[in-house]
Each structure stands twice: as C-alpha cells, then as structure tokens.
C-alpha cells in the first residue's frame, strides 16, 4: 500500500500563496507520476499539475505561470511532491488532492491523498 499524507491547505486572500505538501510512503517503488488535482463544489475532479519520474511538468492552463509543482526524491523511503501556489485567485477554491501513479508488474496503479481545502476569499 500506498500512504499520502497531505499538508498546507488554508484560508489566503486574493492574490496570495500557499504551499502544499504531499509525503508518500509504504510501497512507493514504480511511481513514475506525482500530481494535484483539485475538485470545487458541484465541479468534476480536474488536473492541475503533475511531474513525471524524469521531472517533466504538465500544467491546467488556468494555473500556468502562478503554480509551480516540484518532487524531492532525495530520501530512499520517502517522495515528496510540492506545489507552490501564487497569485491565488477565488476561483481557485477547491479541495486539492495529490495523486500517485505507480506502475509494478506490469499494472498501473493510482493512489489518492485524502485532500485538503484550499479557500480564497475575495
């Protein structure tokens, strides 16, 4: 199994920054994806950014330019994913969750955290 354990939601005005955090640990061999999703009231779960295994960057266009997602591999337990938000606007008001893909003998396999709120107030 798969641990996520999320961290840096919150409360920001307009025009602010947050950091979140994703720690992953347990059976983290094959994971060749980190991302975040985000999903607002009475909206579908979206893509916000991931990062691959060779570190190559996919962002929503609605979050290019003002979020930035970055992963730590440096501990041999552990993976960490980042997601540095600026510029937040009230639209970016969800709860954002991370997500793990992991590939092992031969089947792919996603992992979900169990979210945190981000608000941003007007």
């Known amino acids: 199994q798969v641990q996520l354990v999320e961290s840096g939601g919150g409360l920001v005005q307009a025009g602010g920054s947050l950091r979140l955090s994703c720690v992953a640990s347990g059976r983290v061999f094959g994971i060749n994806a980190m991302g975040w999703y985000r999903q607002a009231p009475g909206k579908p779960r979206e893509l916000v950014a991931s990062i691959s295994s060779g570190d190559i960057t996919s962002y929503a266009d609605s979050v290019k330019g003002r979020f930035t997602i970055s992963r730590d591999n440096t501990k041999n337990t552990r993976n960490t994913v980042y997601l540095q938000m600026h510029s937040l606007k009230p639209e970016d008001t969800a709860v954002y969750y991370c997500?793990?893909?992991?590939?092992?003998?031969?089947?792919?396999?996603?992992?979900w955290g169990q979210g945190t709120q981000v608000t941003v107030s007007s």
């Open positions: 997500n793990v893909k992991r590939n092992w003998a031969g089947l792919q396999y996603d992992h």
